[in-house]
Nanobody
């Protein structure tokens, strides 16, 4: 079992930055691949970024490449999403997710554990 709690969301102007954090707890937290997904109103939940258990591998959806950076601190069982140059289309609820598969995973079907989500709103 893995429990996930996100924090760091909020309201920011376009071009601004936010840093999301996700604290993981549970027996398998340190060996899990971790990812960030987002869901805008009326849309499906979509992949944003993923990082392997070791932190050596990561992947991003094309729309955030060069703007967002995923990182993790296994000593603190935490994963972070640094979001720069934010755009109004980044507005969504952002979810942290964990997978017992330790490699980078982009498909939400392979994540067993989810946080409650944190709202990110980018104003134009």
């Amino acid at each position: 079992q893995v429990q996930l709690v996100e924090s760091g969301g909020g309201l920011v102007q376009a071009g601004g930055s936010l840093r999301l954090s996700c604290a993981a707890s549970g027996r398998s937290a340190s060996s899990a691949a971790l990812g960030w997904f987002r869901q805008a109103p009326g849309k499906e939940r979509e992949f944003v970024a993923s990082i392997s258990w070791s932190g050596d591998g990561s992947d991003y959806t094309d729309s955030v490449k060069g703007r967002f950076t995923i990182s993790r601190d296994n000593a603190k069982n935490s994963v972070f999403l640094q979001m720069n140059s934010l755009k109004p289309e980044d507005t969504a609820v952002y979810y942290c997710a964990a997978s017992s598969l330790a490699v980078v995973i982009t498909k939400k079907e392979f994540y067993e554990y989810w946080g409650q989500g944190t709202q990110v709103t980018v104003s134009s």
